[in-house]
């Protein structure tokens, strides 16, 4: 049975920080591309983040460059996703999330590429 279990969120004030962690059980995942999916209140999903199988390449959405950081340790079966200088903007439930079968996608740009998610976790910004 495949698991993700994210962690992390909160609320806090603009400028500051926040540390998430998507922590996988029932999978190779040093097979999957991981992506962090967003969804703002009233908005679509939104792909954040995502990083490669080896950690080797990343995507941002281009409201996030700059501020936010994905990384994963294939040893410890974790995604993480570093979030630094946070806006009001970016308060949203933060998903995280892998395609079905491992060695597929090899970057997840779109959460229509996702299959297995956490439960999500809140991140909320006030100003």
């Known amino acids: 049975q495949v698991q993700l279990v994210e962690s992390g969120g909160g609320l806090v004030q603009a400028g500051d920080s926040l540390r998430l962690s998507c922590a996988t059980s029932?999978?190779?995942?040093?097979?999957?591309?991981v992506a962090w999916v967003r969804q703002a209140p009233g908005k679509e999903r939104e792909v954040g983040a995502a990083i490669v199988r080896s950690g080797g390449s990343t995507y941002y959405a281009d409201s996030v460059k700059g501020r936010f950081t994905i990384s994963r340790d294939n040893a410890d079966d974790t995604v993480y996703l570093q979030m630094n200088s946070l806006k009001p903007e970016d308060t949203a439930v933060y998903y995280c999330c892998t395609p079905q079968w491992g060695r597929t996608w090899p970057l997840l740009s779109n959460p229509n590429q996702c299959y297995y998610w956490g439960q999500g976790t809140q991140v909320s910004v006030s100003a």
């Open positions: 029932g999978l190779t995942f040093s097979h999957y591309a």
